[in-house]
């Protein structure tokens, strides 16, 4: 949020501090938003050792073979949890795409391009942002791509 409010990005803040979960469908349900346009935060290191971001509705899985696609590498895995706070300064529940510790390549999942504004995590366990797609070009750099597995 500090980032946001540096380049002046217009965004609204959420809290659910009440609420004990940090899975995003049970979150988004317990603030009253779409789980549609509630979005989570992905790190992933690519077979080149370089690190992505994938932001996605909360209830989609990643497509590991799209996510690859999408940022031109080989292959993408999963960044273990133990590795995430000290690569991007948060924890498991709170990972932002803003904000990290380095900027990584950012790819927002194309659905985003469909809401007038999207959620995401405020950077801690607790607090998410919501903020228009566009107005977030200042603060990140980002493409937008089909990245979610399709149901079978």
Known sequence: MRVLEQKKVPYKEHLYYDFDSTKGTEIAEHMGEDPERAMKTLVTTGKSGQHYVFVLPVAEELDLKKAAKAVGE??????????????????HG???????????????????????TILFSGGKIGSQVEVALADLTPVLRFTVADIVRENA
């Open 94 to 116: 709170g990972c932002s795409p803003i904000g990290m510790k380095k900027a990584f390549p950012t790819v927002f999942h194309k659905s985003a391009e469909e809401y007038e």
């Open 74 to 91: 080989k292959s993408v895995e999963m960044l273990p949890q133990k590795e995430l706070l000290p690569l991007t300064g948060y924890v």
